[in-house]
């Protein structure tokens, strides 16, 4: 049990190292100088330039420039933000609770309705309601979440102005962001739980208990439900960063004060040290609730912790 724990902990960490890395670099492969966005239209000479580059430590070779954000990261200080003349700790805290409960109420509407859709669609299988339930499914997967926002926002905020147009912090400004940033998952986990569904009632014990004379809706909650709730557990794991990643699309559209929307304007304005701590920081949440994943997997079935 402590090897299994102790590799998914040392593959975390290779993880987040490899993330840090590419977050370091991601925007210093793109054209652009932040010393010259945080100018703007105001003119300057060669030696202001050089003097501001010196004080955000731009004229310092790349690998000391790393070595120091992320020894300072480890410590919780990812520094002064280029444009907005903040902590960057301190700009993530504000925007940090209304991405997660967005995540958190785009997760349950997933996992829920996906999981109802899923099973129905398994129970009826090769009847109308599987070939409607999948067809769904499909569509919900292959519409884009920016036009679904926008079309969302077209018909409940302005033509029927039950919610509202900007995304506020209460419900009425959760309801349309969550639903937009949930569709697309709702449709692969219905897809996803019907395939493991099926699966799972092609075991010999389910077959065994059928046998036997239980009801048919003892032997889906007792032998198939269960055995199919290991692989839908996984992708729902990994379903966290998906979410996490949408809400860059989603904040945007309907201007929601969130890690996402403070990430896109980082990127705009070239604050490498935000989109440095923004990527980070989204990447050791996603990284964390895996492994959080990984320690339930001997719970559901000790056998893994034998291998």
Same mark, same amino acid.
């Given at each position: 049990m402590f090897r299994y724990f102790a590799g998914r902990l040392i593959s975390i960490l290779a993880l987040l190292l490899g993330i840090s890395v590419i977050a370091f670099l991601m925007l210093r492969l793109i054209p652009g100088d932040p010393v010259m966005a945080l100018m703007g239209t105001q003119a300057a000479d060669a030696a202001t330039i050089d003097r501001l580059r010196h004080q955000l430590g731009l004229d310092q070779p790349? #690998?000391?420039? !790393?070595?120091?954000?992320? /020894? %300072?990261?480890?410590? /919780?200080?990812? /520094? !002064?933000?280029?444009?907005?003349q903040r902590p960057v700790i301190e700009l993530v805290a504000d925007a940090f609770p209304a991405t997660i409960q967005l995540t958190a109420a785009a997760l349950l509407l997933s996992v829920s309705f996906g999981l109802l859709l899923g099973s129905w669609a398994a129970l009826k299988r090769n009847r109308l309601p599987d070939t409607l339930g999948m067809g769904v499914a499909l569509a919900l997967m292959s519409v884009p979440s920016f036009w679904l926002g926008m079309l969302l926002i077209l018909l409940f905020a302005v +033509?029927? &102005?039950?919610? =509202?147009?900007?995304s506020g912090q209460g419900f009425s400004g959760l309801v349309l962001p969550a639903v937009t940033l949930a569709? $697309?998952?709702? $449709?692969?986990?219905? @897809?996803?739980? @019907?395939?493991?569904? #099926?699966?799972?009632?092609?075991?010999? %014990?389910?077959? +065994? *208990?059928? *046998?036997? /004379?239980?009801? &048919?809706?003892?032997?889906?909650l007792r032998h198939v439900l269960r055995n199919a709730l290991l692989p839908v557990l996984?992708?729902? $794991?990994?379903q966290v960063g998906n979410l996490l990643s949408g809400t860059v699309v989603v904040e945007t559209v309907f201007s929601r004060p969130g890690l996402g929307r403070l990430l896109v304007d980082a990127i705009m304005g070239k604050d490498y040290l935000t989109v440095q701590a923004v990527v980070l920081i989204? *990447?050791?949440? !996603?990284?964390?609730?895996?492994?959080?994943?990984?320690?339930?997997? &001997?719970?559901? =079935? &000790? @056998?893994?912790?034998?291998?």
């Open positions: 790349m #690998l000391m420039q !790393y070595l120091t954000w992320i /020894g %300072h990261a480890l410590q /919780g200080n990812f /520094g !002064y933000s280029y444009s907005k +033509t029927f &102005p039950i919610f =509202d147009v900007v569709m $697309g998952v709702i $449709g692969f986990n219905a @897809r996803f739980v @019907r395939s493991s569904l #099926l699966s799972a009632q092609a075991n010999a %014990h389910v077959v +065994t *208990a059928r *046998a036997k /004379g239980l009801t &048919p809706t003892k032997v889906f996984t992708v729902v $794991g990994l989204i *990447a050791s949440i !996603y990284a964390i609730i895996n492994f959080i994943v990984d320690l339930l997997y &001997p719970l559901l =079935d &000790p @056998r893994i912790a034998r291998r």
